[in-house]
Nanobody, 129 residues
Framework: QLQLVESGGGLVQPGGSLRLSCVVS????????IGWFRQAPGKEREGVSC??????????ADSVKGRFTISRDNANAKNTVYLQMNSLKPEDTAIYYC????????????????????WGKGTLVTVSS
């Protein structure tokens, strides 16, 4: 059973920063695109940012462009995908999930939360003063 484990969530003031981490198995990281999704209370799960298996392609939701950066570290057995979140806003408050999908483009992956092959359990991000 492949596992994705998120960490790094917490409470932060507006304008602050957080870095989320998603640790995945080596096999997953080599052959799967990885995406960050979020779900706020009463809202549907939405794509935030996705990165290809090679790391060469990325995609961002319009609401986070210029503030969030996705990256992946395949070296030194870290097998981790990061989401650096800067200039956080109260509307960024949500549970953030990472997901893996084998055959996809990053644009298609981030367009919908339907059809992912694997999900993590999520980490809560709260932006509040």
């Amino acid at each position: 059973q492949l596992q994705l484990v998120e960490s790094g969530g917490g409470l932060v003031q507006p304008g602050g920063s957080l870095r989320l981490s998603c640790v995945v198995s080596k096999f997953t990281l080599d052959y799967y695109a990885i995406g960050w999704f979020r779900q706020a209370p009463g809202k549907e799960r939405e794509g935030v940012s996705c990165i290809s298996n090679s790391g060469g392609s990325t995609n961002y939701a319009d609401s986070v462009k210029g503030r969030f950066t996705i990256s992946r570290d395949n070296a030194n057995a870290k097998n981790t995908v990061y989401l650096q979140m800067n200039s956080l806003k109260p509307e960024d408050t949500a549970i953030y999930y990472c997901a893996a999908k084998r055959i996809t483009t990053v644009r298609a992956m981030c367009a919908t939360s339907v059809g992912m092959d694997y999900w993590g359990k999520g980490t809560l991000v709260t932006v509040s003063s």
